[in-house]
């Protein structure tokens, strides 16, 4: 799995959209980004994926640059519910498993 | 009912004791993983497997082993547990993908703390 680099956390005002980055300059063809959150002690939980185009679904946004060295996570009206650890993984797609990083720690104000 | 449980959801043990944690799934899943997580570090894998014959290291396998019982059910073992063992322990499962959307689906995790 190809490394990947996030803020150690983030705020983010109740209401207003949730950008949160993550670098992966190392990242194979075959690597996709996965996206997945980690509410309080829960199990993660999948937000979303993608490979090279920009991808939208009920729950966010993923958006990667030309290079895919890079990637961004879009909460586009972030709740306090939103509040939660968030993991950036890169790996081949269908490899199960996952190398989780530390994440951002994502908090929702009001 | 939950797709994937764990038992126990907490449990404290002695340092030498032998333990076991059960995982159990109802999506009818064939790879299986054991991740452990330490407080405020993301998660680490311990063991999987992705059919009933099918059981691999992960990255921190050494103190650990793990039983496939069936395609429903991976447990894992601490043969003789360890103050640092002491952490947050998830199961979760995957299907075999036809696609990249081989999403994990994690348990509520098991609690362990070893004194």
């Known amino acids: 799995d190809a490394k990947t680099t996030q803020p150690p956390s983030m705020d983010c005002a109740e209401g207003r959209a949730a950008n949160l980055p993550c670098n992966h300059s190392?990242?194979?063809?075959?690597?996709?980004v996965y996206w997945y959150r980690q509410i309080h002690s829960q199990g993660p939980q999948y937000i979303i994926h993608g490979l090279k185009n920009n991808e939208t679904n009920e729950m966010a946004s993923l958006i990667i640059t030309e290079d895919r060295k890079s990637s961004t996570l879009i909460l586009p009206h972030a709740t306090l519910r939103d509040t939660a650890v968030y993991y950036c993984i890169v790996r081949v797609g269908g490899a199960g498993k996952s190398t989780f990083g530390d994440g951002t720690t994502l908090t929702v104000k009001p | 009912d939950a797709d994937v449980t764990q038992t126990p959801r907490n449990r404290i043990t002695k340092t030498g004791k032998r333990i076991m944690l059960e995982c159990s799934q109802t999506?009818?899943?064939?790879?299986m993983y054991w991740y452990r997580q330490d407080p405020g570090l993301g998660l680490r894998l311990i063991y999987y497997?992705?059919?009933?014959?099918?059981?691999n290291k992960g990255e921190i396998s050494d103190g650990y082993s793990v039983s496939r019982q069936a395609q429903a059910k991976f447990s894992l073992s601490l043969e003789s547990a360890i103050p640092n063992q002491t952490a947050l322990y998830f199961c979760a499962t995957s299907d075999l993908p036809w696609g990249p959307v081989d999403t994990q689906y994690f348990g509520p995790g098991t609690r362990l703390t070893v004194l």
């Open positions: 497997s992705f059919d009933v014959k099918d059981i």
């Open positions: 190392t990242i194979s063809g075959n690597e996709y």
């Open positions: 999506k009818g899943h064939d790879r």
